[in-house]
């Protein structure tokens, strides 16, 4: 007996979506959604949207309209919402160089991502589950590909994955429900289906063993593994690494000590933040992090693929980072009695004329000047070549590019700062320093710049 293993207060106040290809599986999984519909409608008083979606692929010709009318007409038949979509594999595959299953699976995953709010029901089954074991271990996968399907992740649910095909296949026989069979699941040309019609029976005929149960065990155990790993991994993390919106500063003192499935799952993971998703990154890609880490000097860079980067900085740090598409070059002229608008970096600078009596001299958020040094013109901007600043403590002239180094200003923040300068000398570095002769006197008449 097959029944739908799912926690009823995770799903009864969704929209539930169905993946609905017409084949066993999904024929078996959405018949059980509609006696689940029916028995949560009653048992709880709630009202429940349940709607089957169907990728075309367009891949069989006219077995894919075949598929796509019997879809039509099992959902007329059980009153249930028919979602279409229509996709070109072929195209998409040759376009980002992908395999035709490696296309189609992407395609239907950008529809799937579209009901995020509600819950979408996968129909894999035991089997499947290890088939991916099996083909992740063709990959050199670690411990997390061994871990197998989720039976529930994000607003992902597969609660076939304790019954194996031979079971659903009982269960559709026995309660009438109608199928169809995608021609191409015959073709041994596609891996997975090697691996399903081929390899697997063979196995299981050479050992009397059963190769889908002992997979779908080993990622039992994978899985208590993992976890436990998870775990340090994230005591590390929170300990050496400090999160911003687009970027991961890591504290790597010591960092040689950590056991490497730590430091590379605290990579992977501050990567993941940058990035947003872990697609492409690959173990070689850890390993010449961790070589940066362990045998680079300050200053050197680190460049991944989709613009990720990687500084190594002083005093014991790393920063992972996204390098910026756009241009940061910005110049524009303060007006000394209203506001200046600099739309690249969203800042207002609001001017105002007053006496300074005294104290601090800037913050994160305003500035004092000697207004008689800077009334006759002054510009925000990033910084130049060609610039310099005359430090307030010492005699001497020095270059920008020397003050940043000497004061241990991290490379990837050098563009980000603004500063105020009349031709290339340095007014006020933005948080940092106001040069030697724009500081403001006491007493004097001052121009006070705020930062909004």
């Known amino acids: ?40 409608e009653k048992e709880y008083k709630v009202e429940i949207n349940l709607s089957a979606i169907h990728v075309n692929h367009n891949l069989r010709q006219s077995e894919s309209i075949r598929d796509e009318n019997f879809c039509r007409q099992f959902c007329e038949k059980y009153n249930v919402k028919f979602l279409l979509f229509n996709v070109n594999v072929s195209d998409y595959a040759q376009l980002e160089k992908l395999t035709i299953e490696q296309a189609a699976r992407i395609l239907r995953y950008e529809i799937f991502e579209r009901y995020s709010d509600g819950c979408v029901f996968l129909g894999h089954n035991k089997d499947d589950n290890a088939e991916t074991i099996f083909m992740n271990i063709l990959r050199g996968s670690g411990i997390q590909g061994l871990c197998g399907i989720e039976k529930v992740s994000n607003h992902y649910y597969r609660p076939l994955l304790d019954y194996t095909k031979k079971q659903i296949m009982e269960f559709n026989h026995k309660n009438s429900i109608e199928y169809i069979i995608d021609s191409s699941n015959n073709s041994n040309y596609y891996m997975r289906n090697f691996v399903r019609n081929e390899l697997f029976p063979s196995i299981n005929e ?109 005093n014991d740090r790393v920063r992972i980072y996204k390098q910026a598409d756009k241009d940061n070059n910005f110049c524009e002229n303060i007006n000394m009695e209203g506001d200046t608008h600099i739309d690249s970096r969203g800042i207002t600078v609001q001017s105002e004329i007053s006496i300074f009596e005294g104290g601090a001299e800037y913050s994160k958020r305003w500035v004092m000047l000697d207004y008689e040094a800077v009334r006759e013109g002054l510009v925000i901007r990033n910084r130049r070549v060609q610039d310099f600043i005359y430090p307030s403590k010492g005699n001497g002239k020095k270059s920008l590019k020397k003050y940043f180094i000497d004061n241990k200003i991290d490379s990837d923040l050098r563009d980000k700062l603004f500063i105020l300068a009349i031709e290339n000398e340095i007014v006020y570095i933005e948080n940092k320093e106001i040069g030697k002769r724009f500081r403001p006197k006491k007493g004097n008449k001052a121009l006070r710049l705020e930062f909004i």
């Open 206 to 314: 050479k050992t009397g063993k059963d190769i889908s149960s002992n997979l779908v065990s080993l990622a039992s155990l994978a899985k208590q593994a993992q976890t436990y790993i998870d775990k340090q991994i994230e005591m590390e993390f929170k300990k050496r690494v400090t999160l911003e919106e687009d970027s991961a500063l890591i504290d790597i003192l010591d960092f040689i000590t950590l056991d490497e499935i730590i430091s590379s799952g605290l990579l992977r993971k501050a990567i993941q933040h940058v990035k947003k998703i872990l697609k492409d990154v690959e173990k070689k890609h850890i390993e010449i992090i961790i070589n940066l880490i362990n045998n680079s000097q300050s200053g050197s860079v680190l460049e991944l693929k989709d613009g990720i980067r990687v500084l190594r900085l002083q």
């Open 1 to 40: 007996m097959i029944k739908l293993d799912l926690d009823d207060n995770l799903i009864k106040d969704k929209n539930w979506y169905a993946a609905f290809s017409g084949g066993p599986d999904s024929g078996c999984l959405l018949y059980l959604l509609i006696k689940k519909k029916e028995q949560i």
